[in-house]
């Protein structure tokens, strides 16, 4: 029994193994998430915005917090504020989820948490493509109704991705112009 850990060092051990995951698992669910539930064979490119992983990780650091909390002092409050910041926790990181932006063979799709706006090809007025050497660029798009969207570039273009774009783009008749940022 005296080689046995106590309950504060399992509270701070368990805290500390989720700390150095927590960055890993940050990076890799929204992104493994996202391309697993959102596929679709119509999608050219699927986005993860940076806010889902940001929500992930302060999600994550919250049930870190709420271990190191535990591991510090038990008693019944301590457990309640545990349990709502463990809660909180976890609808965060649902909320981490929900997020993304997909340009499809016939639509474009930004789904905010639970508002979804859809832009058809149709619609789409003009394509403007800006790009700086040496750095990834930045498409902006203009509907029919003067509604203007952005959407950059990540590591997930490729040049499959862009050239998809540059023929959806003809193709649907919307006027497409590509040129290099200026200061």
Do not use: C
Not at 152 to 180: C, P, T, V
């Amino acid at each position: 029994m005296l080689n046995a850990l106590s309950v504060r060092a399992k509270y701070f051990i368990a805290a500390l193994m989720l700390a150095i995951l927590t960055p890993f698992l940050a990076f890799f669910m929204p992104l493994t998430i996202s391309h697993t539930f959102y596929f679709n064979r119509d999608n050219v490119v699927l986005i993860t915005p940076p806010s889902n992983f940001i929500m992930l990780l302060i999600a994550m650091g919250l049930i870190v917090l709420a271990l190191i909390v535990l591991g510090l002092k038990r008693n019944p409050y301590i457990y309640a504020l545990s349990s709502a910041i463990i809660l909180s926790s976890f609808v965060l990181g649902y909320y981490s989820f929900l997020s993304y932006s997909v340009i499809q063979k016939d639509q474009i799709v930004f789904q905010h948490y639970h508002k979804q706006t859809i832009y058809k090809w149709q619609d789409i007025n003009e394509v403007i493509y800006e790009y700086e050497i040496g750095s990834v660029g930045t498409y902006y798009f203009q509907t029919t109704n003067n509604e203007q969207f952005v959407i950059e570039e990540n590591g997930q273009f490729g040049l499959d991705e862009k050239r998809a774009i540059y023929q959806l783009a003809i193709l649907n008749e919307a006027k497409f112009i590509e040129r290099e940022k200026s200061d």
